[in-house]
């Protein structure tokens, strides 16, 4: 997986026999480059990617979560940092994946 400069979207990857080869780009609709969509990935044991846009809803953040259902792609979760229960900034600046599950960072 690699963010595309500028960051709006993520361009994934897959090995096969004759190399790297480009099967899917990841980004959400009407995405912006104020988003800093792709600032950071993290895949996940099962395959699923977490995608950080710290400059989403105002520099509150946001973190996509993608699935792969047979080669197609989907985005399944919007985890918004201005909900009132995280009241983050920047929440998406790191996201790590941990087997199957996902860490997010934000600041205060």
Known sequence: MVGVNPIKSVAVYMQTEQGLEHTATLAPEGVTDDLLFGASIAIAGNGSVCVGAPG?????????????HEGNWHGDVILSGDHESI??????????????????????
């Open 87 to 108: 009241n983050a900034t920047g929440l998406g600046t790191l996201v790590k994946s941990v087997g199957d599950d996902f860490v997010l960072a934000a600041g205060p």
């Open 56 to 68: 989403a809803n105002e520099g509150a953040g946001a973190v996509y979560h993608f699935v792969n």
